[in-house]
Structures are given as C-alpha cells and as structure tokens.
C-alpha cells in the first residue's frame, strides 16, 4: 500500500463525504435534508474513495477496477451539482427538469463506455509511480462531463442574476465558485502528466472545502451541531496534521537522507493526538492552578462561572433573581443579598429577590431606590463593580431597609448595565467567611454581572412582550368575538346575501347563499355575481347595483331565478369604505317565492269561486226550463196510452232531464262555498259521486274501474273538500291512461284509521318529479291542462284532517296514492312514540332533520342520512299521523365510534365505560313545550338503560336554553363546546338521573311521567318489553 500526499487527499475527502452522507440519512425523518445533496456527497465520497483505493495500490483489486470505480462518481457530479443548486433555489421549471433528466440518461451512457473500457483502457504501477492510458471514448467521455457542468455553471449564474433575493445570491455565490474550480480540476485531468496525480480530486477538495463553509456560514442544509461540530474537529486534525507535515519538510530540507514523502502518516497520527491530548492537558492545569488559589472555594467559584454562562435561557424576572441571589449567596457564604430592576411605570428601582433580610419588620416591596438615591448615583459615576476594600464605596453608604430606622452595610455594589442603560443592581452584604474578595472571584462576579445584564435585558424585554401580548391577546380576543358574532349573525340570516365590488366580484357570501344557488363558499368568492346567481355572461338587465353606488343609496329590484324557479326581491345597499378604496355594496337576497305562489293562489281561489258562483248561476238558469222539460213530458206520458212508440220518446225525455237535473245538483254542490263546514260523511259514498263527476266531465275511453269498498266509520270532515281530494286523484289517473288502462278504488278500515287508495296503469311518475309533486305550482302537464295545485291543495286537506297521504309511482309502472283518515276524534291529535320499523318512518325521521337542523339551524344537506344513521336507533313521536319530533341513539358498536367524536374529544370521558349518545333531537316549533322533547329524551335514556350504558353523551345547540335547562335537570353536565356551524354546548350524563337520586321526585314526578309515557309507547312486542324492564329498573331503583 503507498501512502503519500497522491492517497490521502482523496481519504481525508472521502471521511468528509461520507460523514455528510450518513449523518444526512440519519437525521431526515428529523430534519428536513435536501435529498439532491445527499447525493452530491454520496457521489463524491465514490469518487473519493475510489482515487484513495487507486493511487494506494492496494491488493484489494487492480488498479484498472479502482480507477473505472472512481469514474463512477466523478462522471456524475456535474449532474448532482447541478441538482443540489436547482433544490436550494427551489426552482422547479419544467425546463430545468428536462434537462436534469437527460443529465443523468447522458450518465447512463458514460456509465456503459466506463465499464466497456471506452475511457480508460489500462492503469498501472511502476514502482510508486502510477500511469495510465486513455481510450478513444475518453474525449467524448470528458467532453460530455465537462460540458454539462459548463452549463450547469452558466444556468446557477444566470439565475443568480435574475434573482432578487440577496440572501440567496450570497448563500450561493460559494458553491458557484467551488465548482468553478472543480472545473478547472477536471480539464487538467485529461492532461496525462498532471492527471496522474489527483488534481480533479485535490480540486474537488477545494471545492468541498468552500461547500462546508457556505453550509456553516449560511446555514444552507440543516445538520445538527454535534454534525459540524465532528466535522469542525476532522479540519482541526486535517490543519494539526500538515502543520506537523510543515515542520517535517523543513528538516527534510536540512537532512537530505530523510524522506519528508513518508511523513504525511506520522504528521496525521500527532493530528489527532494534538487534537485528543493537550486540549484536556490545557484545561487540566488551568484547573490546578485555580484549585490551588481558591482552596475548598474552588468548587463553588467553578459552578457560578459555569451558571453564569447559562443564565441567557431564563426569560422570567422572578426566577432569574432567586437563582442569582441564591447562587451569589451559597458561593460567597454572604449574609445577605438583593437584586433590584427599574420599574418602568414608575421609573424607580424595586426589589425581584432578596436572602438575609429575616429580621426585616417592613415589606420586601416597600425597599425602593429611586433615581436620586445615592446608590444610584454611585452606579452612575461608576459602571463597573464597586467594592468597599477598594474603597470604591464610600463608609457611610448603607441600604435603608423601608421607612423605618433599619438599615444594611452594602459590601459591593455589582451594576447591571445593558448598552449603557442601568437596568438593575446587585447589592450584597460581606461574607461570613472572609472580609475580601480575590482576583479569580471578582473575575467570577464580573463574568456574572456580564450574564446577568444580557438576561436582564431579555427578561425585561419578555415582560415586555407578555405585556403587550396579554393586551394583543385581550383585543384580538374582543375582534375574535366581534368577528364571530357578525359572521354567525351573516351565517344565520336565512336568505341568500352577498358583499361585492363595484366590478360584481363576489368579496363575501353567507352560507345561505351557497345553498340557495347550489355552489361552494369557494366557487362564489372572485366569481361575478350575475354568473354564479343566475348563470348570465353580463350583468342583469334589472340590476340596481351602479345606481346605489352612484347615489350611496339603497335600491331593490326584482328577478327570477330561472334554475330553481325562486323569485328574489333584491336590495343594495352601498357600504363606506375609506377615500382611495375600491367601492362595495351589501346585496341582500329576500326570497318571495312563497308570496308570489300566496298571491297566485288567491287570484286562482278567487278565478275558481268565480268560477263556482258562475255554475250556480248557470245551473239555477238550466234547471228551470229543465223542470218545464221533465213535467211536459210527464204529462205527455199519460196521454200516449195508445201510442208505444211517441211513449218510449217520452220516457227517453224524462231519463235525460233526471240525469241531466242530477248532474247540474252535483256541480251546484261542487260549487258551493260553505266548504268548510263539517258533517258527519261516508268516504264511500263520496268517492262514488267523486267517479261519477269524473266520468261526466271525461272520457273514460278504455278505462276499467275496479272497486273494493267495505263498511267504514263515518267521518267528522267537509265533503266537499274531500270529494275535492277524491276528484283529483281520479281525474290525475284517467289522464295518466290516455291509451286506456285499469283504475282501482279502495276503502276500508285499518288500525283505527279508514284507508283509501287511487291507483292507475298509466305512465307513471319519474323520481325526480315524485319529490316535487305537492309542491305548489309544480306541474308536468301542457299549459293549459293544469295548474299544479291540484296535488298540493290534497295534500294540504289531508294534513289539515290530520292525516297522511303517501305515493308511490315508477314509469310505466302507474301510480298508487294512499290516504289514511282517523275516524276517532281523539286518534287525529293523539301523542304516541315509537321506533322506526318500516322504510316511511325512517323517511319521517330525515324528513323532521331537513326541516329543522338544515331549515332552522343551517346544517349540511349532506349531514342528513349518515352512514351511521342507517345501524342507529331511531325514535319518532307522531300527532295522530303526523311526524312531529324525532331523536337517535348510538352505540360504539353500532357506528365504530361515536358521531360526536367528529367534533368533541371524548377519550378522557370513556375510561373504560359502556357509553351512549343521544344525537339530534329535533322537534317541531309548536309542540316544543308539549311532552314530546321530554318523551323523547325519556326513550333515549331508556334505550341507553336496555344497553347498560353507564355514561350517556349529547350535544345540543348553544342557543336552545330551554333544553339544555331541561337536561340539567336530568342530571347532564355541560363538558365543553364546539361550533358546526352553530355553536353547540356539549353535555354528559353520569349512570342515573338526578331524579332517580331524590325521592320526592321519583314519587311526584318520575313514576306519574313514566305511567303516562307508558301509555303512549307503540312498539312491537321486543322492544316495548326491553323498554318496560327498564322503566321497572328505573322507578324500582333505590334512591
């Protein structure tokens, strides 16, 4: 093996980069290393590597192998260079990647020529000196590699130029320069001569050299200090060792049989052994020489030096005096010791800490020195540290301990002065050991005093900074809170506003808004409004919005919303704004659509009574002469005794006239405005009349009809308004079988109610128009041939008699229509509660959320029917046959987790307990003070009772004070809150109520409630037993 200068260039390089490479590895999950970099070193320690294992000669492999190793890593550093220089400018042009690219494709081919023996075609030792010969590829090898890193160069240049940021064009400037020298180090390679020597390598160290510097100086890859520090000790070693190298070649110079050649290895060795040895050696004596001087005070003098130089941590004024103070006072043994800082509210000097002051029969907080006091006038005169065996403080000067007679003999006055301001003192008492202070200690108290002036000045900075933080923190607090009460009050009008620029650029929009028009927050803010609102490419022609920024007066005007058939009253109001600021107005959507469809529908009620005082009219007028008709032809029919045939036309006569004298009574009771006026009826018989009107008025062309009547109770009801309801079903079915068809007509009892169905064969009715066919107006018929109140005004009737009405329809499949009327009086409004068995009631539940969480409260239509909600329990409390509030129950093993676990932490609640939740209670307005809020909470508890929950968890809206007062009630304490959008206060329950706890209430209250609850329960047999075992538990438990 030849070790001289050739070899242990390239070792020394190669321990460098490899060090950066494994440490970079290392520490990347740590900190973020640019990955570019990593490989930059890892190619140069190849390159390193393989020139040491080469000019070496080791007999690990020829030197041919080591030679095409190191070529391995030095074809591909222009590459890596130009990478790293791309990472740390953050650039990522498509270009520059091209081009990176094909770098490294370019690589792939010199890879192939290296090993193909196309660069190198021998390398050899003669003795210790090394040769080699180039083979033709080495030109267009070399070529390649030196031309990419010109480029690569002219790129990292022109970039630099174009860059503003004068940071960067430092931090880079350095490499730049070092691989301008590493080019020159590889264009010498190619020159046989030098090339034999590691001149691309020696100028690869320069140029690693630089690097390091730039790392250390601009902080351009983030390594960790024991990382520099190793590498600090490495360049140590490196100079340690050429220095002894230095000393070895001038005695070569003088003794000319000594080969200064061999002497790198030895002047390396006593490198490292300058490095390990005589740094301790140089602490060591230093520490007898103190040892010897301070005696057994040594100890103590050595741990104030070392506090001293860790006091620049502590930011806090309070704890930075007890721990000098006490330091101060444990190393001097003093008798006593105090600190004073300026207070800058009053400008005085007031005491943080003080020891030795036991006796004091006056507050610590009463000792001020004031700005004229003569300590501070001595600290003027004087900035540094004031003794009195110097004679530096004048005999009489004492500490007047308050307004009392007591006062301290100060022994030494130690100022802390920060950028010649007095920010405090130190004053101390004498020891109770000796009477003077020595060299070695005042140097300890002035390193000290140093320290603590820095801290201080840090510490009164960060009292400063918590000052004005505190005060930021209480006004941004204030501006949080204003802010939110404006955004929930923006966020909680209920129709659609919007703030815009005189531009119609969209700067603000409430949540209204975006569910109103159907877009996301995001797609309206930046958009123009007559787009996004209403689809135009200009702004509206009814558009008010110039007027009002013209004037700054507010406008309004009216328009359509042709997507989702809603009418807008529009208002605009102009906002101030200071001089010079681009102008905005305030646009506020009122939705009239409602109005607009009142309005209508009284113009049609009153077409429709026009209509009905017509007919009157016109029936009264037909049946006079009809009644001449009738009684002419009665009287003819005893005269034509012998004349069959003039007698048959008679009687034709007389059965005309009755038929057309009852189908003029049924229109004139159709038409009649005492509608309203209630009777006891038979559903039979007014669906009969309802099929013959039909059939009078249509054409029942092909058309079958099959009845199925029973017997059914009579019902206190209007005729007319149900004859109105039968008649538009039949007369919907017969239009729906224009090609003829079969209609079934259905009326019997059930379940205490009389059930009633129209069903048709016709075309049937698409999901899309199923949900929107009692929507007023609503109408998939040509004008002309209906209006779109016939359905909505059915169901109204039906709702208004306190039933149901259902449908069900698929094209070309006809549709059914179901109506269910209780008969009992007392069955219309009746309260029961139940669970949801059948698909119609779980549609009741969604259908109580949408119209109460989304309506009233601004939930998302996509947070109704959950995933969860499909495994969740579900109860319902119906008036008569109407949904009118509903409430769920989950359980972990239902949904996985808890639904509220979305929003509110609950991990600190559960600790190992079975628990429940009771999710979105959701009631109709007029029935949120009958029993069904309670009931329904009631089945949940019970519910949670029949799952051995031992903590039940809600949440309800912030703002519905009545429930949360009534949970507090029950026993559930509020744990925290959250905001979805609304703020919502969430609350647990712990085993039982506080009802179960008292006995009065138990008696007074829960067993009477549980007793009528009872009564109202409609489940199937399982459920309502598991619920009266827990009703059982609950008012048999022991309180």
Known sequence: MIIDISSLIPGVSFILYIYFTIFGVYQHKEHKIQWPFIL????????????????????????????????????????????????LFEQKKKSYKILLYSGYAIYAFLLYLNFSGHIVADAWFEGSNFFYDLARG???????????????????????????????????????????????????????????????????????????????????????????RTILYIVQVILSAFVFYGITWLFALSTKNFRFELAFLPSLILGVAALVIFQPLRKGAMSIIEKIYFGKRFKYNQNLRNFSESLTSIVDLNTLGDLIIEKLTETFSLTWACMFVLDFSSRNYKVISAQGFDDLKTDLDKIILNRSSPVILQMTKNSGIQLKQSLQIPSDMTLVLGEGSQSREIYAIIPLVFKERLNGCILIGNSSEKDFLNPFEIDSLSLLADQTSISLENAISFERLKRQQKKLQS??????????????????????????????????????????????YQDLIGSKCYKVF?????????????????????????????????????????????????RIFLEFFQDISEQKRLQEELIQSEKLAGIGTLASGIAHEINNPLCGILGTAELMLDSLNGNERMKEYAEDIIKYSRNASEVIKDLNNYSRKERGTLSSVNCVEVLDISIKLAQRGMKFDNISIDRNYEDVPLLECSANELQQVFLNLIINAVQSMEQGGHLYLQCYPQNGNIYIAVQDTGKGITPDHLENIFTPFFTTKEPGKGTGLGLSTAHRIIYNMGGRIYVKSAPGEGTLFEIYLPYAEEEKWKIRFTTTRRIQEKEDVFFLQRKILIGEKGYLEESIRRREDESAKHFLAYKGLQPVGTVTCVTPEMT????????????????????????????????RGSIVPLGLMTLGYLFAKTQQAERIFLDVFSDERRHIQMYRKLGFKPIGEYSSPLPVTVMMLDYITDYERTEGRMEHFVKPFMSRLLKRIDMDQQDRNSFLEAIRNVVASPV
């Open 40 to 87: 930059y070193m890892f190619t140069m320690a190849v390159w390193s590597f393989g020139s040491f294992m080469m000019h070496a000669n080791t007999s690990l492999a020829t030197p041919l192998f080591w030679n095409r190793f190191m070529l391995c890593g030095m074809l591909v550093v222009p590459m890596t260079i130009l990478h790293t220089m791309l990472d």
């Open 138 to 228: 080495a030109i267009l090898a070399y070529s390649l590699n030196y031309l990419f890193l010109i480029f690569s160069i002219i790129i990292v240049s022109v970039e630099l130029r174009r860059t503003e940021d004068i940071f960067i064009r430092k931090k880079l400037r350095l490499p730049l320069y070092g691989a301008c020298i590493m080019l020159v180090g590889v264009a010498l390679n190619i020159y046989e001569p030098i090339g034999k020597y590691p001149v691309d390598l020696f100028s690869a160290a320069i140029n690693a050299i630089i690097l390091f510097y730039a790392i250390y100086r601009f902080k351009l890859i983030h390594y960790s200090a024991m990382v520099l």
């Open 475 to 520: 006004m941004n607090s204030e501006l949080t809170i204003s802010r939110n009460k404006l955004e929930a009050f923006f966020d909680g009008i209920t129709t659609p506003i919007s703030i815009q620029d005189i531009n119609y650029n969209i700067v603000m929009a409430n949540y209204a808004a975006t569910k109103y028009f159907n877009a996301g």
């Open 534 to 582: 209403f689809g135009n490419q200009k702004p509206c022609d009814s558009c008010m919005a110039q007027d009002s920024l013209h004037t700054q007066l507010p406008f309004n005007s009216q328009m359509n919303h042709s997507l989702s058939n809603l009418t807008f009253q529009i208002h605009y109001y102009p906002i101030s704004v200071p001089i010079g600021s681009d």
């Open 896 to 927: 996985g987790k808890l639904p509220i676990e979305k929003h509110f932490r609950l991990n600190s609640y559960f600790k190992g307990k079975r628990c429940v939740e009771i999710d979105r209670l959701a009631v109709l307005k007029e029935e």
